[in-house]
């Protein structure tokens, strides 16, 4: 089946250095995502991207942080001056149809420490 | 604003003892209703799409509904295997709004 895949899975940064997450959402999906989640909270919405745009984005995602899809695969987060309170798991999502009419698949996220 | 509770935030069953999760959403013309499962160190993983009231789901002991104001996840007899957090999630114009989950130990 096929599957969201999130590179790295564990990224320790320390406090002000740049960090890119990166995901490659299943192939024929259009629709791509960010979610954190800090330790034992919710799911939180940061981004949503379609056609080389962003679609939607939260209030924590301010300037420090920045999407990309480079080619036809990847889809990067950047956050370009981590901060203490960045530390949490970030999600990768991508869903085949927009506004609710197919589900999101996750993939297994890449944790983030910040020191 | 759309918003999702979900209820109980915690749960412990004896293996076999039935239960229901609650989620209830207000949102401005529901477009779905999604429930995932989430293990710990795990990217959610879906489960259900309900779209309408009245529709149900079912996996192996699992059993979605839904009405005009909330969905029912059931879980029938469950087994040790089925603890994880439970979350649903209502979609936005572009993006999808999870609740804080419910976490489900089952006890063997």
């Known amino acids: 089946e096929p599957e969201v895949t999130q590179t790295p899975s564990h990224q320790v940064t320390q406090m002000g250095q740049e960090v890119i997450l990166r995901c490659v959402p299943i192939?024929?999906?259009?629709?791509f995502y960010w979610y954190r989640q800090i330790l034992g909270q919710k799911v939180e919405f940061l981004v949503s991207?379609?056609?080389?745009?962003?679609?939607?984005k939260s209030e924590i995602f301010d300037d420090q942080f920045s999407v990309e899809r480079p080619d036809g695969s990847n889809f990067t987060l950047k956050i370009r001056s981590t901060k203490l309170e960045d530390s949490a798991m970030y999600f990768c999502?991508?869903?085949?149809?927009?506004?609710?009419?197919?589900?999101?698949?996750f993939g297994n996220g890449t944790r983030l420490t910040v020191t | 604003e759309d918003q999702v509770t979900q209820s109980p935030e915690a749960l412990r069953l004896q293996e076999g003892e039935s239960s229901s999760l609650n989620c209830s959403y207000t949102v401005s013309g529901l477009r779905g209703l999604f429930w995932y499962r989430q293990d710990p160190g795990k990217g959610p993983e879906f489960l259900f799409t309900?779209?309408?009231a009245g529709e149900e789901k079912e996996k192996e002991r699992l059993k979605a509904t839904l009405t005009k104001k909330e969905s029912f996840l059931h879980i029938t007899a469950p087994k040790p295997e089925d603890s994880a957090t439970y979350l649903c999630a209502v979609p936005g114009t572009y993006k999808y709004i999870f609740g804080t989950g419910t976490r489900l130990k089952v006890l063997a």
């Open positions: 192939s024929n999906h259009l629709y």
């Open positions: 999502a991508s869903s085949e149809l927009g506004q609710g009419n197919s589900p999101l698949h």
């Open positions: 309900l779209y309408s």
């Open positions: 991207f379609y056609n080389n745009e962003i679609s939607e």
